[in-house]
């Protein structure tokens, strides 16, 4: 079932009322943050479970401060809307929310400071992103935005123009996802989802200083890796060419999920075959985020009364 309702100018409005006037300012230079949060359906539990809300809207928050950018709501507030939201629209299956907080001033000028912010929530079935049983990657010939440029640590609506680049260039050529690289060469993630790699018996990880944004998921696969499996994560510089030798690699992010990667810039990735730790960590992640997992609950924020 679609969205019936989203949530915009402090309201539960009807899906087709939430348009913007072509003069917006988020609309003219990219001036807005969001986020994108996954809802997974457990039919066992007639439940959805918002995965990681809390840390969600905290990076909000914090991409928000980058921008000059009041949030309207407490993050506790945004929880309470957000659950409210997929309860009006009667959603029982996987659900995708968007909240975008955006400069929504009609005026001709470009500047952060001294306007006015507005925020739109939608939440809406999704799939899958991206493949998720084995992804053949490009590294790409566009970079990764600077965080002197624009942050990528922040979720910055116009900085989603380089990962658009990244991306199609990718799919033009023939591959599935774009891996991008930082101005000094160095691997930093993909148009958008984090990566990491599988060698030595350890995974691998660009830190966060590689332009990377510090996604949620790559805190669930870290603290995950660690606590399951006992592998622990080195986040550090990673070369280009240090992908090719990996024995394993998979990207991660709300969209993506766990997609493991089979090959990059036309050289199999270990046997060219989805890997074991992938594969394990797949798994986990599913079951963590339909909350199947007692002692990973406490990531999932449960939307109707039980
Ligand atoms: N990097 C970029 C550029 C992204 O857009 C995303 C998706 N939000 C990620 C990484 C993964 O972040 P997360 O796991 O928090 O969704």
Redesign the pocket.
Known sequence: MGAKVLFMNGDFLPFEQGTISVRTHGFAYGTGCF??IRGYWNAEDQQIYLF?LR??FE?LERSCKILQMSLPYTVDEFIEISTELVRRNGQREDVYLRPVIYKSDQIIGVRLHGLKDDCIITSEPLGNYIEITGLRCGVSSWRRIDDNAIP?RA?VCG??VN?ALAKSEALQNGFDEAIMLTNEGHVS??????IFLYLDGELVTPAPSEN?????????VIQVAQRELGIPTRERVVDRTELYNADEVFL?????QIAPVIEIDRRPIGTGNVGPIATRLQELYFDIVRGKRAEYRKWCTPVYSL
């Open positions: 986020e994108g990681r840390e969600h990076r990528a979720k900085g989603y990962a993630e993909g148009s958008a989802e984090n990377i944004l510090l996604g949620i998921t790559r805190d669930t991660c992010g709300t969209g993506a």
